[in-house]
């Protein structure tokens, strides 16, 4: 298997712009999770899914943050409008076994 | 909430064993202890998960005492590719909020020649 695929691996956009991130879980595996990684804040997860249904999103920073996964292989993380302060790696991560993730190369946002 | 605490950084020379300490006073009866290793640029990647007493696989141990309050990973015989940030994870995917599922701060190990 490939992995966790995510694309795309870097992303510069402007500020008040719509981004979405992309990701392929490993085939399988039924849940899936989305982090995002700063300095200043660690890594934080924002929401996951079991069987594509979301579970909890908790973590989800603000309304401008919106998750979906629509199938088993499939899964969109979208912010709108994109803010300077939402610059971080998100990373992407899927499991079987519900403790043990395996992490995606993660996507680099920079917002300017 | 089941916070974490760790060491921010730990440093050893090739070949010593490693230990690092992880501290989650209020961990709750369904909460697994998982410890993941992340390298610059990449995801964090799965060492080792346990729920009680002693795991050990091919690359690492995990020692957790009979409360569960804390648990300890250790790393025989570490080589200079070790060096990367060690988090310990402790939470009850399913049921656990995603606020209770938040990674700690972390530890940096820097392996020494």
């Known amino acids: 298997d490939a992995g966790v695929i995510q694309s795309p691996r870097h992303e510069v956009t402007e500020m008040g712009q719509e981004v979405t991130l992309r990701c392929k879980p490993i085939?399988?595996?039924?849940?899936l999770f989305w982090y995002r990684q700063t300095m200043m804040r660690g890594l934080e997860l924002l929401i996951y899914f079991n069987n594509n249904v979301p579970i909890d999103d908790s973590g989800m920073p603000e309304d401008r943050f919106s998750a979906k996964m629509p199938n088993a292989s499939f899964s969109t993380l979208k912010i709108q409008p994109s803010e300077p302060r939402d610059s971080a790696v998100y990373f992407c991560a899927s499991s079987f076994v519900k403790e043990e993730q395996y992490f995606g190369p993660g996507t680099r946002l920079t917002v300017t | 909430l089941a916070k974490t605490t760790q060491p921010i950084s730990m440093d050893s020379y090739e070949g010593q064993e490693v230990n690092i300490t992880c501290s989650h006073n209020?961990?709750?009866?369904?909460?697994?202890i998982t410890w993941y290793q992340q390298f610059p640029s990449q995801g964090p990647r799965f060492i080792i998960q346990?729920?009680?007493t002693k795991v050990t696989n091919e690359v690492a141990s995990l020692f957790i005492p009979a409360d569960r309050k804390s648990s300890t990973l250790s790393l025989p015989r570490v080589s200079l590719s070790d060096t990367a940030v060690y988090y310990c994870l402790v939470g009850d995917i399913g049921t656990g909020s995603a606020r209770q599922l938040t990674f700690g701060s972390g530890t940096q190990l820097t392996v020494l020649p």
């Open positions: 346990g729920y009680k």
């Open positions: 209020n961990i709750a009866t369904n909460d697994y």
């Open positions: 085939s399988g595996h039924d849940y």
